[in-house]
């Protein structure tokens, strides 16, 4: 008597994927496509162009402190409107350091001020006019913003 015939095995290249996937994915692309195409034809861009938005802006120099503080100081008064203590202000510091290694870069010194723009929708920009690089603040928290947000109100007050 022959031996029973083994069961098939499927195999993975056997097998498709199913329609409805194919489906999905074709009209994905598709959809991507068009949304592209109008964009492009319409003429519509994105822009990330804040400065239209601002409503206000104030010039600070920021001074390290011989203990480990930082000053912030009124470009156009010269009055110092806050300071951090050492160990304190982690995301200014950052911030800071962050624009300042655009400027070393560039050989710019610490002498300009940065600019600190309110816009119309509440949001923070901190911006260094002497290399054109800027951070738009609040897309690191609202703890974070919060720092700069003090600083600017104490700027007006101070004013």
Known sequence: MPAPAAPAVPHAHD?????????????????????VSVVRLTGSTHTSDWRPLT????????VDGEGG???????DTGAVVHT???ETGGFVRTSLRSLALDR?????????????H???????????????QW??????????VAEFARL??????AR
């Open 118 to 132: 309110l816009t119309g929708n509440g949001r923070f920009i901190l911006e260094d006019p002497a290399t054109g």
């Open 55 to 62: 409503v206000d802006t104030l010039s600070f120099q920021f």
């Open 104 to 116: 070393a870069r560039d050989g710019i010194g610490a002498g300009p001020p940065f600019s600190l």
């Open 69 to 75: 503080e930082i000053l912030a100081i009124d470009a």
């Open 135 to 144: 951070i738009s603040l609040d897309a690191f928290g609202k703890d974070n």
């Open 15 to 35: 097998s498709r994927p199913p329609r409805a996937l194919l489906m999905a994915c074709a009209a994905l692309v598709v959809f991507a496509l068009l949304g």
């Open 152 to 157: 600017f109100e104490e700027g007006r007050a």
């Open 84 to 86: 951090w203590a050492p």
